[in-house]
């Protein structure tokens, strides 16, 4: 196993988080208990997540590099601030990376054959993002860059926020005053949140409401 110097880089930390997936799946799993993996059959709402992960990375993948993927989140970033769009350019970019999955979730409502109770719940998924940019350190192992630092963290635990609440909807997304400052993003349409989070200075940012930035 070849293992890199870690390095010191700056740049954004983006991520993309599928709300009601966790829900989704148990109630599918309980209420498929004697169908679901029997025989190997994978349950039809594996496909949909997979579908939906990947028009995320699409949808990001370039500019920026793919980190990981998270269970239902995708966890993206660059080395250096140049990727990222500025300004109004910026928030439609993450519109449209919104509007890309809505797309598909539709698509699969349309395909989805089953309309049990637990089923239907398809509609309850929903898509929001935190963006920072700060210092993290870059250590590559086996061929593969692995982010850490206290800023990687910081972007991990505001998935866990009041945005939501502050937005009005789960469809949102969570700028740090750092990512407005650093990207020359408008704020007027945006609504400002400090959010106390454990071992950190309030943290000050914007929150966005994705079905209706663009």
Request: glycine residues 8%.
């Amino acid at each position: 196993m070849t293992i890199e110097p870690p390095r010191v880089v700056r740049g954004p930390l983006l991520l993309w988080d599928i709300g009601g997936y966790t829900a989704f799946l148990q109630a599918v799993s309980s209420a498929h208990a004697d169908d679901a993996f029997a025989g190997g059959a994978v349950p039809p709402a594996y496909a949909i997540l997979s579908s939906l992960l990947g028009g995320i990375v699409e949808g990001v993948v370039p500019p920026l590099t793919l980190a990981k993927l998270e269970g239902d989140a995708v966890f993206v970033y660059a080395a250096n601030d140049d990727p990222v769009p500025r300004g109004a350019d910026l928030l439609a970019w993450l519109a449209a990376s919104y509007a890309g999955f809505e797309a598909r979730l539709a698509q699969a409502r349309e395909l989805w054959s089953c309309s049990c109770d637990a089923c239907v719940r398809l509609d309850v998924l929903d898509l929001k993002a935190v963006l920072h940019t700060g210092p993290f350190v870059l250590a590559g192992i086996a061929g593969h860059e692995e982010l850490s630092g206290s800023e990687v963290v910081l972007a991990h635990r505001l998935l866990k926020s009041s945005a939501a609440a502050v937005a009005g909807t789960t469809a949102y997304a969570l700028l740090t005053a750092a990512a407005v400052d650093a990207y020359a993003v408008p704020t007027t349409k945006g609504r400002p949140l400090t959010e106390v989070v454990e071992h950190y200075a309030p943290v000050e940012g914007v929150v966005f409401d994705l079905r209706t930035t663009a």
